[in-house]
């Protein structure tokens, strides 16, 4: 599988970025799906999942300030950031996730990052 995120950039705090994310094949239409984010010296970190029927859930740091949506038909995913704080500085990663919308393993096949800055 091939995954490619993009849409990151430079943001001062409160600004708003939007990344999208496109696989290969029918990876998304088949898989939960999640965006990942890390961050210098941290480990990767899982903050917001979407399961196929459109469920959906947030690490308590980004809710009510990140969205996530799917489109199967385009097989892409999206994720919304407004609000941004300097502590969402961090490369950001598309990947499926658990049936029960968990991260999967750092020895999962992961795609290219796109860098979000959060700085004045």
């Known amino acids: 599988v091939q995954l490619q995120a993009s849409g990151g950039g430079w943001v001062q705090p409160g600004g708003s970025l939007s990344l999208s994310c496109t696989a290969s094949?029918?990876?998304?239409?088949?898989?939960?799906m999640g965006w990942y984010r890390q961050a210098p010296g941290k480990q990767r970190e899982l903050v917001a999942a979407?399961?196929?029927?459109?469920?959906?859930s947030y690490t308590n740091s980004v809710k009510g300030r990140f969205i996530i949506s799917r489109d199967n038909a385009k097989n892409t995913i999206a994720l919304q950031m407004r609000s941004l704080e300097p502590e969402d500085t961090a490369v950001y990663y598309c990947?499926?996730?658990?049936?029960?919308?968990?991260?999967?393993?750092?020895?999962?096949?992961w795609g290219q990052g796109t860098l979000v800055t959060v700085s004045s």
């Open positions: 979407i399961t196929k029927g459109g469920s959906i």
């Open positions: 094949g029918s990876f998304v239409s088949r898989n939960n």
């Open positions: 990947n499926r996730v658990t049936p029960n919308l968990g991260p999967v393993s750092d020895y999962d096949v």
